[in-house]
């Protein structure tokens, strides 16, 4: 079962679906560009990213966006990922790289 996260609150859900990593490429900035399959649908340019966050360091997968005419980036695909999921993503990326 997928948990959707908005706005603080956690919503139940059953999202089932497969992740596949197609192509990972670590970046200079040791952030990740990858590409990933969804149910049979190619998403392009998306990336894992770590920060160090209040002395912690966290992750977090960064979704495709494109630059709107107002001047802000606004995220074209997006679909929620539990815990379960999040990790074999990242046991999926490091396979790939």
């Known amino acids: 079962m997928a948990v959707a996260r908005k706005k603080g609150k956690e919503t139940n859900n059953t999202n089932t679906y497969t992740i596949e990593v197609s192509r990972a490429k670590e970046l200079d900035s040791g952030d990740i ?3 990933l ?3 049979g649908v ?3 340019g ?3 990213v770590t920060r160090e966050v209040d002395g912690k360091e966290t992750s977090f997968l960064s979704f495709p966006s494109r630059k709107g005419s107002d ?3 606004y995220k074209y695909v997006y679909f929620p990922m539990n815990d ?3 990790a074999q993503l ?3 990326i490091e396979a790939a790289i």
């Open 46 to 48: 998306a990336f894992y």
């Open 33 to 35: 560009a990858l590409d």
């Open 71 to 73: 001047g802000k980036y």
């Open 37 to 39: 399959i969804v149910n």
């Open 84 to 86: 379960a999921q999040l």
């Open 42 to 44: 190619s998403i392009y």
């Open 90 to 92: 990242e046991k999926d």
